[in-house]
């Protein structure tokens, strides 16, 4: 009965989730200014948006709620001691305040950053939940992960590029040069091009988190180069959320955005060269006799044994 509950909540907390982030993500992406707009009466799409989308957060959280509860007897796991767990906690706290205070401090875009962190946190405890051993990455699986990292990479490289020619097109104007518009592109061109490219690279990117924490287990007692590797690809996800939602709710544009952007590009290059120049360890083998490594943020590896 509780290993059913302990399911059931999992599953309806990251429904839940999943579709609180992509009604937050639709309301950036179609109205940025609506955090500091005055509330309109006219049952509008986008009004439907704010009011379901906290719902579903908060709906999402009491499931969250019920499946560490559950969890914590199944598995036997003492929360304070598991990382997941920690994290689960942390993500539910954070929805607990940003409900109350979205109102009152006009933070609804903040939901953006809240909703797709209890998700990927949900699904890194999911695995500590369950008392039969973790279950073999299935290549459908892998095949996603890895490509929706590679695509958010691209992209968001793409938003890099784009972050220092609007960089360099800015310093000529200012040191009163002649622009060169039509090699480097106008400035509301190039900051439309970086916005347009954050846009299309954060549900990727958000997809990679999410997957990777699922498959993450070795975070608990992972090797310092795989915690740097998990932590890179965080503050990545990080950095362009923080850019979107403040160019949505402060209308953040221009040099600011591009310094970020290509911080963010920074933190996302730093997860390859780490991943390139990790050490040489052998693959873990599982009770089935099938190996595989699993990157907190990064890219699922599988190997077999020799």
């Not at 490289?157 to 106008?186: E, F, H, I, W």
């Not at 400035?187 to 999410?210: M, S």
């Amino acid at each position: 009965m509780i290993e059913a509950l302990t399911t059931g909540s999992f599953v309806v907390a990251a429904i839940a989730y999943a579709a609180a982030t992509a009604l937050f993500f639709l309301d950036i992406v179609r109205a940025p200014s609506r955090a500091f707009e005055k509330k309109d009466p006219a049952p509008t799409p986008a009004n439907a948006r704010l009011i379901t989308a906290p719902r579903l957060l908060g709906f999402a959280a009491i499931a969250h709620a019920t499946h560490v509860t559950m969890a914590s007897f199944v598995a036997k796991v003492c929360p304070v001691h598991s990382v997941h767990f920690l994290l689960s906690i942390a993500s539910l706290l954070a929805v607990a305040i940003y409900l109350p205070a979205r109102r009152r401090f006009r933070i609804e875009s903040l939901g953006l950053l809240v909703a797709p962190l209890g998700l990927a946190f949900i699904m890194g405890t999911f695995l500590l939940g369950r008392p039969e051993p973790e279950p073999r990455a299935s290549p459908l699986f892998i095949a996603l992960h890895v490509l929706s990292n590679l695509l958010g990479v691209a992209l968001f490289m793409l938003a890099g590029g784009a972050a220092v020619l609007y960089l360099v097109q800015d310093n000529r104007l200012k040191m009163k040069r002649m622009p060169m518009t039509r090699s480097l592109g106008a400035l509301e061109t190039l900051d439309l091009a970086v916005h347009r490219f954050l846009i299309a690279a954060f549900p990727l990117v958000t997809l990679g988190i999410v997957t990777g924490t699922y498959w993450a287990r070795k975070l608990e007692t992972g090797s310092p180069d795989e915690v740097m590797r998990a932590i890179f690809g965080y503050a990545t996800w990080f950095l362009i959320a923080g850019v979107l939602l403040l160019r949505a709710a402060a209308g953040l544009r221009g040099r600011r955005a591009a310094y970020g952007t290509i911080l963010g590009l920074g933190c996302a290059l730093a997860v390859l060269v780490i991943y390139m120049v990790r050490p040489n360890s052998p693959p873990s083998t599982s009770a089935s006799g099938e190996s595989g490594r699993v990157d907190a943020a990064g890219v699922v590896r599988e190997g077999t044994d020799t």
